[in-house]
Nanobody, 129 residues
């Protein structure tokens, strides 16, 4: 079973930037799409971004498109989320997750929480206005 550990969260002013990291250990993750989700208090967990196993394709929620960039380094078992022009509504706990679809067989489901089988513990991002 893969283990995922997020880092890089913190407090930032609106308009600022943060880079989240996700370190994977255990079973290889390089053959699976990876995603970032977020959850604010009292709200459901929502999709933020995803990347194919090779890094050749990405998908973003409309709310972050043009501001966030997902990337991965399979050689070092890392996934990243670069977040620019942060807004107060981006405040949430951010989670890294591995999708079930080997080699992208479930890429059309990449925005759905139920198709992910491994999750990190989350890292808090707080954006002040």
């Amino acid at each position: 079973q893969v283990q995922l550990v997020e880092s890089g969260g913190g407090l930032v002013q609106a308009g600022g930037s943060l880079r989240l990291s996700c370190a994977a250990s255990g079973r290889p993750f390089s053959n699976y799409p990876m995603g970032w989700f977020r959850q604010a208090p009292g709200k459901e967990r929502e999709f933020v971004a995803a990347i194919t196993w090779s890094g050749s394709n990405t998908d973003y929620a409309d709310s972050v498109k043009g501001r966030f960039t997902i990337s991965r380094d399979n050689a070092n078992n890392m996934v990243y989320l670069q977040m620019n022009d942060l807004k107060p509504e981006d405040t949430a706990a951010y989670y890294c997750a591995r999708q079930k679809g080997l080699y992208g067989s479930l890429w059309d489901r990449v925005r759905e929480v139920r198709f992910y089988d491994a999750w990190g513990q989350g890292t808090q991002v707080t954006v002040s206005s």
